[in-house]
T-cell receptor, first 112, second 117 residues
Framework: QKEVEQNSGPLSVPEGAIASLNCTYS??????FFWYRQYSGKSPELIMF????GDKEDGRFTAQLNKASQYVSLLIRDSQPSDSATYLC????????????FGTGTRLQVTL | KAGVTQTPRYLIKTRGQQVTLSCSPI?????VSWYQQTPGQGLQFLFE???????NKGNFPGRFSGRQFSNSRSEMNVSTLELGDSALYLC????????????????FGAGSRLTVL
């Protein structure tokens, strides 16, 4: 079992719709959870991070965390073609705060 | 504010050679981490340096090494290159752990794309 799992996609959503990206993790001691966006040929850029159970909103993005289910998700409202990218989920495990474990990413395609 | 700067951006080497990659973190950031990204394995943690000390290390062979200088700049070295070392090598810097969450928020550089022939 991989430490951080994501559906590779592609996830295709029409422009203006809500895109829902999911991630599960295996380490129950995980403390912080990150979503990075990576455009093709570019480096990952941070969208947001969450560390408490519940929802965290930032503009069109909402991260949701459920530690009991070991599940974190990212919702993108009003999806735009510019949101088309690979979304990487990363987990900051207990005891190794400096190390992030990444999922392999979900490719999102926003269609016109 | 300048971002994380990595050099060189692209390089081609042959098997058996060695390579050194450089990373200059964001001003004021003392932690530098290195990751390898390949299509099959995704992003994998190599090591992290803080105040010139290796604070954490991933599961890579000893051919992969790094160091950090007093100005926080970091280098990583790969010796005896293998075909499988072809990858995008990403450097990331962070200021410090978030006091509330404990999160170590990374900012990545553009990467050094290494091709081993």
């Amino acid at each position: 079992q991989k430490e951080v799992e994501q559906n590779s996609g592609p996830l295709s959503v029409p422009e203006g719709a809500i895109a829902s990206l999911n991630c599960t993790y295996s380490d129950r001691g995980s403390q912080s959870f990150f979503w990075y966006r990576q455009y093709s040929g570019k480096s990952p850029e941070l969208i947001m991070f969450i560390y408490s159970n519940g929802d965290k909103e930032d503009g069109r993005f909402t991260a949701q965390l459920n530690k009991a289910s070991q599940y974190v998700s990212l919702l993108i409202r009003d999806s735009q073609p510019s949101d088309s990218a690979t979304y990487l989920c990363a987990v900051n495990s207990s005891g190794t705060a400096s190390k992030l474990t990444f999922g392999t990413g979900t490719r999102l395609q926003v269609t016109l | 504010k300048a971002g994380v700067t990595q050099t060189p951006r692209y390089l081609i080497k042959t098997r058996g050679q060695q390579v050194t990659l450089s990373c200059s973190p964001i001003s004021g950031h003392r932690s530098v981490s290195w990751y390898q990204q390949t299509p099959g394995q995704g992003l994998q943690f190599l090591f992290e340096y803080f105040s010139e000390t290796q604070r954490n290390k991933g599961n890579f062979p000893g051919r992969f090494s790094g160091r950090q200088f007093s100005n926080s700049r970091s280098e990583m070295n790969v010796s005896t290159l293998e075909l499988g070392d072809s990858a995008l090598y990403l450097c990331a810097s962070s200021p410090a752990r978030n006091r509330i969450s404990g999160a170590n928020v990374l900012t990545f550089g553009a990467g050094s794309r290494l091709t081993v022939l």
